[in-house]
């Protein structure tokens, strides 16, 4: 079976929702029947096939060719199957993601991968504010699978993080891990200001020195026996994060936020 | 049946179902992570008094091990699954935490997960931290020379206790050379401990005693001083036995590494004093394994 694939005629002035056409909701529809589901558009809605091209017939696998920054939620919920983007992904990007694999091979926008829950989430490209973070309002973002960046994470990255691992090759904007509740992400690039900021357990693995608030105290030099298995659980990632050089276990660990649990590390490259 | 002159016994070793587990321990160096899984193990010769049967499996390369540090790795086997759990943390608890540089990891990932840091945690005092990676969860607790790490749990399997050889020979020196040279041998098979002291016990056992409070005693039998005034199972020229107790998490293991440890001693053979191979068994009425001595090295 070939890859049910989206290929877009044209791009819309207005957002579209495509939360419609996540794998598990696709599960056992004729490609008639995908072509009729009415997708949101501003206010008004189009049916998919006015909006695609669409061919194939594998709805676990699904591309989506010419992919726009205006195209939102997509692969929401995904259970199982994977989703490639062709292009630009819109916000709320693989949101609540339960299961199954998203590669986007251009940015993607604000809340990737907020609220995700497990899976693997690629975006070569780079990825907007609030990435794996909680929708507003919400007190718990991302609460496990791993997130793959490219490219720059734009600010509040893993704003409310529970859990999950968040692996970002380029710079970080402000506010990386703030208010994170528990989990780890690592930062091969630079790192923006207030770092951690209200953070309350879990890890931030930086490359690079960062500017740490005051309400993050030096707890000296260490060679720290997870991180080998940390690196290891890489390896099978198609990442810088795999390559065997850049693994190390030698940190300067920098506790906090202590203006909060402070039981959270910063832990830098040594 | 008869091998390079020793006389193998038409008869049968009596096994019993037991729980175990494997965990591994790694520290800085071999040295080090020898030292915590020697006294992790120590004082578990038999569940009669010791509450756990415990040994060194083997030693294992850093390209082996969860961190990539030398390590090695011990099996714990006991009666409940309630014993084991409690044998399991309290000496991770009292031999690992506190060795200097280990780590503990779980040695089976499959069957029922049981406690190995998880609740060892708490030694953290709230400064525990806790990483879930590969769906495996490790505590890092905050201790004096940096941090322990730990695997939360570990596999829980069925196993099989008890298995046995006896080896009868013309002098108590010559027993244990042959033993010493089958223990060389069994340890480097998988799957299996032989709990007692070096791997050889002198003093095997039968069920009941003249003094009703114990419920095992000195199997009169076997004792070579004793042959004029008991019923022995021993000819004149026998000067010695001693036993080679096997636990393994199979009755496969236990097969394997009865067959090359039986054949470690009949290598020696009549020539060095070995006359015979037996086995312990209550009738087979006790234990549902049995492990006949002919059958395994036919």
């Known amino acids: 079976m070939s890859a049910l694939t989206f290929t877009v005629k044209q791009e819309t002035a207005q957002r579209v929702d495509m939360s419609p056409l996540s794998c598990q909701l696709l599960k056992g529809k004729s490609l008639p029947e995908i072509a009729a589901i009415e997708l949101q558009n501003g206010k008004r809605k189009l049916r998919a096939d006015e909006l695609f091209e669409i061919s194939g017939s594998n709805t676990q696998q699904i591309i989506i060719k010419n992919s726009f920054a205006k195209l939102d939620f997509i692969a929401k919920d995904l259970q199982d199957g994977s989703v490639a983007v062709e292009g630009e992904a819109g916000a709320y990007l693989a949101m609540g993601m339960k299961s199954g694999s998203v590669t986007v091979h251009g940015n993607a926008g604000l809340y990737a991968a907020c609220e995700m829950k497990n899976g693997l989430l690629t975006i070569n490209g780079n990825a907007g504010d609030f990435l794996g973070a909680a929708l507003p309002g919400n007190k718990q973002g991302m609460k496990g699978g791993t997130i793959i960046v490219k490219g720059n994470a734009g600010q509040r990255a893993g704003d409310h993080m529970r859990r999950g691992t968040m692996l970002i090759e380029g710079n970080a904007g402000d506010y990386c891990g703030s208010r994170m509740i528990a989990g780890t992400i690592a930062v091969m690039g630079s790192t923006g200001r207030f770092l951690g900021y209200a953070m309350q357990r879990g890890t931030l693995l930086l490359w690079q020195q960062p500017t740490l608030s005051a309400t993050f105290n030096d707890c000296g030099s260490h060679t720290l026996a997870f991180l080998p298995i940390l690196f290891k659980s890489f390896a099978k990632l198609d990442s810088k994060f795999a390559d065997s050089t850049e693994a190390f276990d030698r940190v300067q660990r920098f506790g906090g936020d202590m203006a909060e649990k402070g039981r959270a590390e910063v832990l830098v490259k040594l | ?298």
């Not at chain 2, 009596?14 to 120590?42: C, D, H, L, V, Y």
Request: proline share 5%.
């Open chain 2, 1 to 298: 049946m008869i091998i390079n002159g020793v006389s193998i016994d038409a008869t049968f070793a009596e096994a019993f179902p037991m729980k175990a587990t494997r965990a591994i321990i790694t520290a800085q160096n071999e040295k080090w992570a020898m030292i915590s899984a020697q006294a992790m193990t120590g004082f578990a010769t038999s569940v009669i008094a010791c509450g756990c049967e415990a040994g060194i499996e083997r030693v294992l390369d850093p390209s082996e091990t969860p961190d990539g540090r030398p390590g090695v790795s011990v099996l714990i086997f006991a009666m409940g699954g309630k014993g084991l759990a409690k044998q399991l943390e309290t000496r991770a608890g009292q031999c690992v935490l506190t060795s200097p540089t280990s780590a503990l990891f779980a040695g089976i990932d499959d069957g029922l997960q049981i406690p190995l840091g998880k609740n060892l945690r708490y030694f953290g005092d709230g400064f525990q931290t806790s990483k879930k990676i590969d769906g495996k969860r490790y505590w890092r607790v905050p201790v004096m020379d940096g941090e322990f790490l730990t695997e939360a749990t570990t596999g829980r399997v069925d196993a099989v206790g008890g298995g046995n050889f006896l080896v009868l020979a013309e002098s108590q020196h010559q027993a244990l050379a042959a033993c010493e040279a089958a223990i060389i041998e069994m340890k480097k098979m998988p799957n299996v401990i032989m709990p007692f002291p070096g791997g050889v016990v002198r003093s095997g056992s039968k069920v009941g005693s003249k003094y009703p409070a114990l419920g095992a005693s000195t199997n009169d039998a076997f004792c070579p001083t004793l042959k004029g005034i008991t019923q022995t199972d021993l000819s004149p020229e026998i000067e010695s036995v001693m036993e080679i107790v096997i636990d393994g998490l199979t009755k496969e293991d236990i097969d394997n590494a009865m067959r090359v440890g039986i054949q470690a001693v009949c290598d020696l053979g009549a020539a060095n004093g070995i006359k015979r191979i037996s086995a312990g068994n209550y009738g087979g009425k006790l234990g549902p394994f049995h492990f006949h001595l002919q059958e395994i090295m036919a």
